[in-house]
Every structure is written in C-alpha cells, then in structure tokens.
C-alpha cells in the first residue's frame, strides 16, 4: 500500500466574474512507507493547497490522490493519517487534556486507554506539566506541541504536517527531529512541509519543490549533500529560476 | 449508529465545558436575576388580581431570553471552527461531515435547552412563590418548547453555513420571532380559493412555524392541557423540521472549501 499516490493534481480557487486562480498544477508525485518527505516552495507556492487536498478539505478540480490506495476523503484512510494544521490553534476554553480527549474520542478511542495514551503523549511532546491549563493561556509553542501530540494520538500510519516546527524554540524543534525519526523507525511515512532548510536537510529522506503550482524538483537529501554547496543555496537558486540547477548544469 | 453517538457525546461534553467556560450560563444568571427583581417589584406593590399579567410577563421573558440564547450558542458552532481554524484537525479524523455538524447541532440544542430549564424552573418557583398557579399545560409548554428549541438550533446551524455569523443572527432572529406574523399575515387572505389560495396555504406550510411551539399564551390564560395527539404531532413537526433543516445545512456543508 502506498502511503501518498498523486497523479496530476490540480487545484483551482473559484472566483465569481473572474478567472480561477491555479494553486496547483498538474502535480504528480508519491511517497513510499517509512519514507519522511520534506515539501518545500516559498509562500504562495502551492504547499498548504496540495496538503489540504490530501486531506480532503479542497475539492480536487482534476487528478487524483489516493492514500493507503483509497480515494482522498476516505473515512477509513483518515483513521490512518495523524494531521497538524499550519495554525495551531485549538479551542481556547479547553485544556490539552481536554482537547486531546475529544480527538481520541472522534477517533473511536475512549476509557482507560485513550486516558493513558494522551498522559503519554503530553509528556513525550513535553507538556504534561501544562496539561490542565486552559489553552488560551498556553504560548504559540506549547500550542504546537498540543497540535502535535493530537497528530499522533491515534498511532496514524501517515504523519501529514503543514509547518511542523513553526513557534517552536530550538530544544522543541530538536525534540520533534528526534521524534520524527522515531516514528519513522516505527514504519510511519513522514510528508511535511517547511520553511526550515536546515531542519528539512538533516531529517528527510527527500524533498520535494513546488513553485507556482507545479513540481520543479523532487531529490534526495544524500544526492544533494554530493552535489551542492548547501541546500539552502540549491533551495534559492531554484526558487528564483523556476527550474532546478541540477537539471541546468547536467543539460 | 453507536459511532454517530459516540461522536456526539463526545461534541457534547467539549461542547459545555466550552459554554461553562465562556460563562453563557453567567447570561442567564443575569437574566434570572432580573426577572427575580422584577417580580420582587410586583410583590413589594402586590399581585392581587394581576396573576394573567405576571404569567404573562414571566413565560414572555423565558420564551425571548431563551430564543436568543439558542441563536446565539447554535449560530456560533460552527462559524467559530472554521474562524479560529479548529475545524481542520475535526475534519482530518475518520468522521464525516455530517457526523459534525449533528454533533454541532446536538451539543447547541442541549445547552439552549439546559438554559431555558434553568429559566423555566425559575419562573415556576416564582409563580409557586406568588401563589399563581399554572395548571398542567405548563408541562406541556415545557416538552414543546424543548422541541422548539431543537428545531431553532437546527435552523440555525444550517443557515450558519450558508451566511456570515452576524446575518445568520439576525435572519434566525427574524424568523423565529416574525414566524408568530408570518402566520396571522398568511392567514388574512385564508379565504381566498383557487390558484391564489393555493399558493398562499402553500406558503403557509412552508414558511418556518416556530410559534407552533410555544404554549407560552394558552398557560397564561390558563386553558386546559391540549390534545395528546396534537403534542405528538407537533414533536413529530418539530423533529421533522429540525432534520429538514439539518439536510440543508450539510447540502452545503459536504462540499464547503474550508
């Protein structure tokens, strides 16, 4: 089973009197099993419109994604995905605790089980500590850690992250590295995106590049480490000519 | 089945421990204390031969507090996921979106139902207190606006996907307080027949009927309980009715790009 199968994606904003705006276009790509995938292009690029199409939250206007080989929107691949929004932001009148239980709960979970298992997540994210305050009182971090503690609440197969390690400080960011691979060890497929060269460098597997839509680059971080000078330059250069270096220089 | 309800309780529980927290029932502390103050007034001047005036006065004051209590928790369910970005980690578990918004519409009824209990029992005691009696068609009152109740949160809800949050609020507004005006307006033209009286019997069924709920006038005036079957009937409408609703909501919901 393929964790993430896309075939020629496109995704259209529908605008009245005027023409559709392009978030994606014709984007075809897959992510295999144990696999962590970094996705990566500047704002506007087209990250967060693929994400939400994967996890059914934008219509497709044609293509075709498939998750675990079942159509996107599927009740039962959704039991398999663990999801962190771009913005974590959660009900500010509930707690952690609280907010977690209700997640485990939506996903079938419940007693002793579901009890033990957001004690344990709240203190592998670092935050059991905070686990019955409000979260509104909770920092821009703290609230990340809660998106990410919900993202594995239900042992997902597939981790799907939109900005996965945005507010969070250096100690959190390294803690999430650390956890990411642990998952990975586990068999579960990683695909987030990021704006964190550095972090995306030293976890992934791959990456893959969209500008204005469309799929310019898709490497492995060991290809790039033998072939450029910092991935971060390769990143740039990229963006800026709308193709990749690496194809240029080979042509 | 036993999944859709699991999904519900567990909207539900987050659901009021959101309204504790947001201190709406505080609303209704504030509103209790007025209505007590206000009968104290009349006690303090005394209630010989007002007991129509003071039943009036106090199921009026339940009737529109909580009218616009349920519009207001009902109209924020759904709005405020998708305001605050909070529908996306809902959406992305293995639910459906129907399964969401019967969970929004079941946690809206039950808390606009637990307010108008806490009116209604106040209400009572403070008739009790006066000596005014009420007879048994105040239960009868109490089991339809319940139902009344759910069906306004269920229009609510739906029309809360369609607009934005303040002109829901002031659509739902008019519709359940115009609705008792819809009614008498239609029937003005009641003995008009063919095409015309067709057409305005037509609108008269199909024009939202939250009056039929509300005894409030009949227990004013004392009258007898009223008919079983006519209770029964008007729970089945109101059931009806709020699923009704409840499918227009979703016709737009499924497909909403959040």
Redesign the interface.
Known sequence: MTPILVENLVIE?KRAFRKPIRAVNSLSFQVGKAEIVGFLGVNGAGKTSTIKGL?????LTSGAIQIFDLPVGN??A??K???L?E?A??????TPF?TL???G????L?GKTLRHRIEALLEEVGISDRART?NRQLSKGMLQRV?IA?ALLCEPRLLIMDEMSSGLDPVGRRDLRDLMQRQRSNGVTVFFSSHDISEVESLCDRILVIHQGRLIAERTVSELRGRVRSVEDYFIAMVQSGVDPLCEAAA | MTRTMQICKAFIVAGLLETLRRKDLYVVLILTVLMVAGAWMFGFFGVRGLEVFIRDVTLSAIGVFSTILTIMIAGRQVPEEIARKTIYPLMARPITRWQILLGKWLTASITSILCFLVLAALGRALLMAFGIPVGPIFYQYLLLKQVGLLWLSAMTVALSVYMTPAANITICLILAFGSGIFTRFTLLWHGETGATGASLNFLYGLLPHYDFFDLGAKVTYAWPPIGAVIVLSLAAYGILGSFLWLGVGWLRFRKAVL
């Open positions: 904003y996890m059914g939250f934008q219509p009740v039962e959704r039991s995905i663990g999801f929004p913005t932001t959660y009900s500010p009148y509930l609280e239980r209700l997640y709960q939506l996903n079938g419940s409000l998106g919900q």
